[in-house]
């Protein structure tokens, strides 16, 4: 397995990544009819990152098929570009296989080069096993979004989770 930078050229393989989580679990912020079929918002993603100094990456197997990402967007803003917000997705078949660890072993690295003092993300309350890896990796519940998604007829709540470094 491979970890490496997104690219713009990558853009139509990211899509169909994205589309492919989608499918798969329902986890994830959209729906699956809610995706744009253009490729044209994640190259404009990919330049908005590099340009803010932010990271997308992705995880390859060996055939050069894109199995999870991680991304963290930065504020080109002086008071918060020390921190970011991070998402991250792997998919059905390529879980429990290490790939979030070394997704987040290279945002860590990635993170301490670029002078990094906050990450934070949120998780829903029922994704026990995100919540499992992101304790794992030093992230620490903030404090709760009450009913802030809505999924199958339900109000789901989510953590507020952050990490920070002493860098």
């Known amino acids: 397995m491979l970890i490496r930078?997104?690219?713009i050229s990558d853009a139509q393989?990211?899509?169909?990544?994205?589309?492919?989580l989608d499918q798969q679990t329902d986890l994830m912020?959209?729906?699956p009819e809610e995706r744009q079929d253009c490729c044209l918002d994640i190259e404009n993603k990919i330049s908005q990152l590099n340009?803010?100094?932010?990271?997308?990456?992705?995880?390859?197997?060996?055939?050069?098929?894109?199995?999870?990402?991680?991304?963290?967007?930065?504020s080109i803003f002086k008071k918060i570009e020390h921190f970011g917000y991070v998402v991250v997705g792997v998919l059905k078949e390529a879980r429990h296989r290490g790939i979030g660890d070394q997704l987040f072993n290279s945002?860590?690295?990635?993170?301490?080069?670029?002078?990094?003092?906050?990450?934070?993300?949120?998780?829903?309350?029922?994704n026990l096993i995100a919540q499992s890896l992101y304790k794992k990796h030093g992230f620490v519940v903030e404090g709760l979004r009450q009913d802030s998604i809505f999924q199958k007829q339900n109000?789901?709540?989510?953590?507020?989770?952050a990490k920070i470094f002493n860098n």
Request: aromatic residues 10%; hydrophobic residues 45%; proline residues 0%.
């Open 51 to 74: 340009r803010k100094h932010g990271l997308w990456l992705l995880a390859e197997d060996q055939k050069g098929t894109i199995i999870g990402n991680l991304t963290v967007d930065r």
């Open 5 to 7: 930078q997104a690219v």
């Open 13 to 20: 393989e990211i899509l169909k990544f994205q589309k492919e």
């Open 107 to 126: 945002m860590d690295q990635w993170a301490l080069n670029n002078h990094i003092h906050r990450l934070e993300l949120t998780v829903m309350q029922n």
């Open 155 to 161: 109000y789901v709540s989510e953590f507020y989770m």
């Open 29 to 31: 912020l959209l729906y």
